[in-house]
Structure formats: C-alpha cells, structure tokens
C-alpha cells in the first residue's frame, strides 16, 4: 500500500540542524512531489514546503525561506527537510505527504516530533 | 492566523446534520480545487474530500463537499459519535505559490 514514513526527528537545541526523512513506498515516487507540512501542539496545519517530482522546484512559506531546505533522493524513494537556526517556535510534528494533483494532499505519514528546547 | 477561515467549532447531536466552512480568497479557493481532513488527536490527518466534492474509496456517502466561488463547505450528515474529530480545508494559494490550511474546526457530537 502507499505509505509514508518520516524519521529524524527528536529534541535539538535552539540554532542547531536537524534533517528530517521521508521514506516512500507502494507507488512510483519519482512521479510525485512531496510536501511537507507541520503541527505545532495543540494548533493547526502548517504548509511548510514542496518538492517537485525531480526536485527541480521548491516552494516554502515565506516564513521559513532561507532557514528551511527541501531535497529529495529519487534512486532512495526519500525525500529530505532540512531545517537550520531552529527555534523553539519551530517545535511540531512534521508529515511528509504526497503531492496530487487538484491541490490534495494524501497521503500523510505518520509524522515525527521535533522539540526545539535547550 | 490562517489563509483559511473555519469556525472553531461546531456541534450537533447524534443522527444530525453539520456544515463546516472554509472561506478564502480569489487566489486560493477561488483558483483552485479545496480538499478536506480529519484528523484525530494524535493521529495523522487523513483526506476525506478532494476536487471540492469527490470523496475517496473507504469515505461514506454521510461526508459531502462543495464549493462556490471564495467559499468551501463540508457538510457531514447521520452524525456519530465517532465522527469527533478536528477537520481542516485546503488547497493551493497561487499568489503565495504555498499550500494553505484552514485553521482547523473541532467537530463535537453531544
């Protein structure tokens, strides 16, 4: 079946990295563009990135611009989160989910907690 | 503060009927096609509703999707107590060139 699952995540010190995972598997990855999308705790959705199909393009809230990076590995099925200079307001559960077409977003991994605390 | 407007919440009684809202804009709802999620605490969101109104193999008949203009709607129908959930709309804002999300509606069947 179509599953997505993250990993990477844990607790990391305000300004450290941290580079987020997610393995893909049931479908033809190199054919779809993965998002990824976070939950801070207790809130709502946030639309973090996407990746196209062959990594040639990126979008990112502008929020996150220039801290955030967006990569994939198709010959893995993985797609990659980087984030830098973390912030405690960074800390959230972050999916990968595929990207269809007409704006749908599915499926969604399990998600991986991420916890910005010195 | 979300792109997309939802109520906070709602609530019905067993076997009733709830709508949901999601209001947007030109660039986003109005651009392009609104999906629907249910989320339970601590679980993934799942896709109920996409293409404004087409529901996925394995979503009831009760789930049900339109949208006109800048605004979406879910409407849920026969409630359970098992539909509790939280359920977000969205879509893609091409003004922004991001994805964008409801702030999300907490669904209590009393």
């Known amino acids: 079946q179509v599953q997505l699952v993250e990993s990477g995540g844990g607790v990391v010190q305000p300004g450290r990295s941290l580079r987020l995972s997610c393995a893909a598997s049931?479908?033809?990855?190199?054919?779809?563009?993965i998002h990824w999308v976070r939950q801070a705790p207790g809130k709502g959705l946030e639309w973090v990135a996407v990746i196209s199909y062959d990594g040639s393009q990126q979008y990112y809230v502008d929020s996150l611009r220039g801290r955030f990076t967006v990569s994939r590995d198709n010959s893995k099925n993985t797609a990659f989160l980087q984030m830098n200079s973390l912030k405690a307001e960074d800390t959230a559960v972050y999916y990968c989910?595929?990207?269809?077409?007409?704006?749908?977003?599915?499926?969604w991994g399990q998600g991986t907690l991420v916890t910005v605390s010195s | 503060q979300s792109v997309l407007t939802q109520p906070p919440s709602v609530s019905a009684a067993p076997g009733q009927k709830v709508t949901i809202s999601c209001s947007g804009s030109r660039s986003n709802i109005g651009n392009d096609f609104v999906s629907w999620y249910q989320q339970f605490p601590g679980t993934a969101p799942r896709l109920l509703i996409y293409d404004n109104d087409k529901r996925p193999s394995g979503i009831p008949d009760r789930f049900s999707g339109s949208k006109s203009g800048t605004s979406a709607t879910l409407g849920i129908t026969g409630l359970q107590t098992g539909d509790e959930a939280y359920y977000f709309c969205?879509?893609?804002?091409?003004?922004?060139?991001?994805?964008?999300f409801g702030g999300g509606t907490k669904l209590t069947v009393l």
């Open positions: 989910v595929r990207a269809e077409v007409g704006a749908r977003f599915d499926p």
């Open positions: 049931g479908f033809t990855f190199r054919k779809y563009g």
């Open positions: 969205g879509t893609w804002d091409g003004s922004l060139t991001a994805g964008v």
